[in-house]
């Protein structure tokens, strides 16, 4: 079936960097772009950005810009989430999410992966 | 970027009974609205696309209307398992951006 798996939780301190990754099965890998959204506890949710995993450029939010970057890797098909420079603020479950439609990235948020927690502790 | 805002934060409901659930953008996104579930613990789920289109396997329950700057989800008669958080979301231009939630609780 299709779904998107995320890695496991993660525990990092103020000033380093994560990477999340979110692997994807049961459909044409670079056919559909793929989303990131986190949400703080009892928040919210929040779109950092997104990846066409057939190439081009990402497209991130503003708030995000220079401290992410997303990355895909066609032979695995997965896609990759790295957020620097981190900071209490930043702790949060992320969600990698695909959308509906083929091809373009206009397009609601079909499948989610199972979130992955990250906390952000000195 | 746009702002969704969505009323009311919390819903109260009975059972058996009626929820509407009204979700405003800053500015039109068309039709290009999405409507998602979230229970605790677990990822959103997508229930409307295209403002009023059911996603797969969601209940006829669930319908959603509107376009523009207004819209709103109505679930007709309330089931134990919709006592939750809904998100509207817009996918109309770069930001994406959703609304800061509904709680729709047993009255």
């Known amino acids: 079936q299709v779904q998107l798996v995320q890695s496991g939780a993660e525990v990092k301190k103020p000033g380093a960097s994560v990477k999340v990754s979110c692997k994807a099965s049961?459909?044409?890998?670079?056919?559909?772009?793929i989303h990131w959204v986190r949400q703080a506890p009892g928040q919210g949710l929040e779109w950092m950005g997104i990846i066409n995993p057939s190439g081009g450029a990402p497209i991130y939010a503003q708030k995000f810009q220079g401290r992410v970057t997303m990355t895909r890797d066609t032979s695995t098909t997965t896609v990759y989430m790295e957020l620097s420079s981190l900071r209490s603020e930043d702790t949060a479950v992320y969600y990698c999410?695909?959308?509906?439609?083929?091809?373009?990235?206009?397009?609601?948020?079909?499948?989610w992966g199972q979130g992955t927690m990250v906390t952000i502790s000195s | 970027e746009i702002v969704m805002t969505q009323s009311p934060a919390t819903l109260s409901v009975s059972p058996g009974e009626r929820a509407t659930l009204s979700c405003r953008a800053s500015?039109?996104?068309?039709?290009?609205l999405a409507w998602y579930q979230q229970k605790p613990g677990q990822a959103p789920r997508l229930l409307i696309y295209g403002a009023s289109t059911r996603a797969t396997g969601i209940p006829a329950r669930f319908s959603g209307s509107g376009s523009g700057t207004e819209f709103t989800l109505t679930i007709s008669s309330l089931q134990s398992e919709d006592f939750v958080v809904y998100y509207c979301?817009?996918?109309?231009?770069?930001?994406?951006?959703f609304g800061q939630g509904t709680e729709v609780e047993i009255k």
């Open positions: 500015q039109s996104v068309s039709s290009n």
């Open positions: 999410a695909r959308v509906d439609t083929p091809i373009i990235t206009l397009g609601a948020f079909d499948i």
């Open positions: 979301q817009q996918y109309n231009t770069w930001p994406r951006t």
């Open positions: 049961g459909y044409t890998f670079t056919n559909y772009c």
